[in-house]
Nanobody, 127 residues
Framework: QVQLAESGGGSVQTGGSLRLSCHVSAYTSNTACMAWFRQAPGKEREGVALVIDDGTTDYADSVKGRFIISRDNAKNTLYLQMNNLQPNDTGMYYC?????????????????????WGRGTQVTVSS
């Protein structure tokens, strides 16, 4: 079974930056779409960004212009560059893999279409 492992979380002040990484043990036919989700305490998990193997990306409105998702297939690694972080970006960040037919990270219920998940990395932004 494919394993995903996130890293790069931490604590920063408002306006700071972090770069998250997600290493995938093996790319499969189900790794066409890679995505980042986050979950804040007491809130539902929400989609942050996705990237399809053809390079197509999609972002949640709340992070557009601040976050950049990318993937390095040679290294089996997914990245999330997060800039101008705000306190409401605080949460546990998870990477996930799914089929290439997923193109809208904000679609209701989209998380159910992803088959494999990492354990998460914590991001805390203080004001």
């Amino acid at each position: 079974q494919v394993q995903l492992a996130e890293s790069g979380g931490g604590s920063v002040q408002t306006g700071g930056s972090l770069r998250l990484s997600c290493h995938v043990s093996a790319y499969t036919s189900n790794t066409a779409c890679m995505a980042w989700f986050r979950q804040a305490p007491g809130k539902e998990r929400e989609g942050v960004a996705l990237v399809i193997d053809d390079g197509t990306t999609d972002y949640a409105d709340s992070v557009k212009g601040r976050f950049i998702i990318s993937r390095d297939n040679a290294k089996n690694t997914l990245y999330l560059q997060m800039n101008n972080l705000q306190p409401n970006d605080t949460g546990m960040y998870y990477c996930a893999e799914g089929p290439g037919s997923i193109t809208d990270i904000q679609r209701p219920g989209v998380s159910r279409r992803f088959s494999s998940w990492g354990r998460g990395t914590q991001v805390t932004v203080s004001s």
